[in-house]
């Protein structure tokens, strides 16, 4: 079992800056990658970014250059940092992990980004 608790979400106007983290405990061992999801009301779920176990990223292409993934090991922490931030970005945001052996997603509680004037 892993656990995934999300926070540093919030209220910004256009153009600030947020930093999500995702702290992750329990089984942790074996888990592939690691990513941030989004869904903003009345939409679908969309891949963020994502963190290979190699150090690996990726980005979705709305989101590049201005949002950054990282982890910190020490502390089994995901952040996303994210500046720039646009009206559009407002959605809950999801932290996921996908673990092997047996193949299993886990995902966070989710917090809210609300990018507003």
């Known amino acids: 079992q892993v656990q995934l608790v999300e926070s540093g979400g919030g209220l910004v106007q256009p153009g600030g800056s947020l930093r999500l983290s995702c702290a992750a405990s329990g089984s942790i061992f074996s888990i592939l990658a690691m990513g941030w999801y989004r869904q903003a009301s009345g939409k679908q779920r969309e891949l963020v970014a994502t963190?290979?176990?190699?150090?690996?990223?990726g980005y979705e292409d709305s989101v590049e250059g201005r949002f950054t993934i990282s982890r910190d090991n020490a502390k089994n922490t995901v952040y996303l940092q994210m500046n720039s931030l646009k009206p559009e970005d407002t959605a809950v945001y999801y932290c996921?992990?996908?673990?092997?052996?047996?193949?299993?997603?886990?995902w966070g509680q989710g917090t809210q980004v609300t990018v507003s004037s």
């Open positions: 963190i290979t176990s190699g150090g690996s990223t």
């Open positions: 996921n992990a996908v673990k092997i052996n047996p193949l299993v997603n886990y």
